[in-house]
């Protein structure tokens, strides 16, 4: 089972910044996971929530801000070139996660699409792009089907969805596999690897080991490697 480090080494470090990045590195982690938003002038960037307010003190949104505004006001943000930099360096896997609804629908997977196939990230290292949505991955999918995806389960998520997604990779939460383990071997059956977000405990990362989970996505990479 790989480790893969969720917004980097996040339990020690500020999430998705170069040092959570270059600490989940130094922790052994096999991967990094990102979570992925344009700016108003369509520069990709690593921010999960739509707001600016948690993180930066700032009321504005990441959609309606351009990047050097928002660059202004958190000075350690990455833009998704920054991370694959990181990555591609390090030779680690990763998994980028495209948030939505958003005002752009579906105009950043087109940017990431372009991005991976411009750098040929897919010949350096194993990349996934992965999201909750399932318009989103099917977009990609009909955008390049040679780019890997993950469809993102939560406890809303109908079957069917996992079911007839054109996903390579299926990763539910954590939550969901505690109650029903049976959902590994089910997505197994469609042909398709797994993850798991946030795998964080010790019963946890033996529960997803145990159950042959690909990949779990973990908070805290160093200490999950103790469970292997």
């Known amino acids: 089972m790989q480790i893969y480090a969720h917004r980097g080494a996040s339990a020690?470090?500020?999430?998705?910044?170069?040092?959570?990045?270059?600490?989940?590195?130094?922790?052994?982690?096999?991967?990094?996971?990102?979570?992925?938003?344009?700016?108003?002038?369509?520069?990709?960037?690593?921010?999960?929530?739509?707001?600016?307010?948690e993180r930066a003190g700032h009321d504005g949104l990441i959609a309606e801000l351009k990047y050097a505004e928002i660059k202004r006001a958190y000075p350690q943000l990455l833009t998704l070139d920054e991370f694959l930099d990181i990555a591609i360096t390090a030779n680690k896997?990763?998994?980028i996660e495209t948030k939505h609804p958003v005002i752009s629908g579906n105009r950043?997977?087109?940017?990431?699409?372009?991005?991976?196939?411009?750098?040929?990230?897919?010949?350096?290292?194993?990349?996934?792009?992965?999201?909750?949505?399932?318009?989103?991955?099917?977009?990609?999918h009909r955008i390049n089907p040679a780019i890997p995806?993950?469809?993102?389960?939560?406890?809303?998520?109908?079957?069917?969805?996992?079911?007839?997604?054109?996903?390579?990779s299926i990763a539910p939460g954590i939550n969901e596999v505690r109650e029903n383990p049976d959902l590994i071997r089910?997505?197994?059956?469609?042909?398709?690897?797994?993850?798991?977000?946030?795998?964080?405990s010790g019963s946890d990362i033996e529960l997803c080991r145990d159950l042959g989970v690909d990949i779990a996505i973990t908070n805290t990479p160093s200490r999950a490697r103790t469970f292997l």
């Open 108 to 140: 950043v997977e087109e940017i990431v699409a372009e991005r991976l196939t411009d750098r040929k990230v897919l010949k350096k290292i194993d990349c996934s792009v992965m999201s909750f949505s399932w318009g989103a991955i099917e977009k990609l």
């Open 12 to 53: 020690d470090f500020p999430e998705m910044t170069a040092a959570a990045y270059h600490g989940a590195i130094a922790q052994g982690a096999d991967g990094f996971e990102c979570d992925l938003r344009l700016s108003r002038d369509e520069v990709p960037v690593l921010w999960h929530n739509a707001s600016m307010i």
């Open 186 to 200: 089910k997505i197994r059956a469609l042909g398709k690897s797994t993850a798991v977000w946030t795998v964080d």
């Open 149 to 168: 995806t993950t469809f993102l389960m939560s406890a809303k998520t109908l079957w069917m969805q996992a079911r007839f997604s054109s996903a390579r």
């Open 93 to 95: 896997g990763v998994l």
